[in-house]
Nanobody, 126 residues
């Protein structure tokens, strides 16, 4: 059974930090790209970042560049999203998702993702 389980969400003040984790099981982690998406109330789900397990290439949405860092521990089948300098506009439910790596870099393609987690809520208070 494929599972993606997010953890690490919570309430934090603006300027603070959180680290999200996405633990994967039930598929060959090393063959996949793992992405983080987020969905704020009343807004569409958007891609935030992703990482290619085979080659480690990464992608970041412009608004999080320099503040968020994605990393992968392939031995633990876990992807992390370190979020620093959080802003109120980062408030959302954060989801991790997985798709077979294309071999041409990593991009959080909402439609192309094969597996999804249930999400973890991040609330940034101003």
């Amino acid at each position: 059974e494929v599972q993606l389980v997010e953890s690490g969400g919570g309430l934090v003040q603006a300027g603070g930090s959180l680290r999200l984790s996405c633990a994967a099981s039930g598929f060959t982690f090393d063959d996949y790209a793992i992405a983080w998406f987020r969905q704020a109330p009343g807004k569409e789900r958007e891609g935030v970042s992703c990482i290619s397990s085979p080659d480690g290439s990464t992608y970041y949405k412009d608004s999080v560049k320099g503040r968020f860092t994605i990393s992968s521990d392939n031995a633990k089948n876990t992807v992390y999203l370190q979020m620093n300098s959080l802003k109120s506009e980062d408030t959302a439910v954060y989801y991790c998702a997985a798709q077979i790596d294309s071999g041409f870099g990593c991009y959080p393609d909402l439609i192309g993702m094969e597996h999804w987690g249930e999400g973890t809520l991040v609330t940034v208070s101003s």
